[in-house]
């Protein structure tokens, strides 16, 4: 009695056994995926870190080469004309888009540009 009853407790044991290697590969398998897309991702990351620290970079120096010109000649700005400005509104959304600036964002400073040209083209009607 005492020896079936031990050989049914290896039986159950056996099976759960199996059980958790199961369980055990299917966690494996799960990790695994999931490093190969963590690996991706972190090179997806890199890459787009990199350029936008090559956007800022750049923009950085546009701000200092303006800086400059406008110490120079601080009315210079307010004299471009309006084809130039466009292009340089064309400039700055190409340079958005490859900063990848949310849609929202874009729309901010796009705003905030024209609104600029709005004030300076105020001030050149005023006489200012």
């Known amino acids: 009695a005492k020896i079936g009853e031990l050989t049914s407790a290896i039986d159950t044991s056996d099976s759960k056994i199996e059980e958790l290697a199961a369980t055990i590969a299917q966690g494996d398998t799960e990790l695994k995926d999931a490093t190969v897309i963590r690996e991706k991702e972190v090179k997806d990351f890199s890459a787009s870190e990199g350029e936008l620290v090559d956007a800022v970079d750049t923009l950085g120096r546009a701000i200092g080469v303006l800086e400059r ?4 000649n601080p009315a210079a700005f ?3 004309q309006s084809k130039d400005m466009s292009s340089a ?3 700055l959304s190409a340079v958005m888009d ?3 600036f949310s ?3 874009q729309k901010k400073l796009a705003a905030l540009v ?3 040209q709005g004030e300076e083209a105020d001030d050149m009607d005023l006489g200012a």
């Open 98 to 100: 490859a900063a990848a």
């Open 114 to 116: 024209q609104s600029q």
């Open 103 to 105: 849609g929202t964002d």
């Open 78 to 80: 307010a004299q471009l």
């Open 69 to 72: 010109e406008m110490a120079k």
């Open 89 to 91: 509104l064309q400039a």
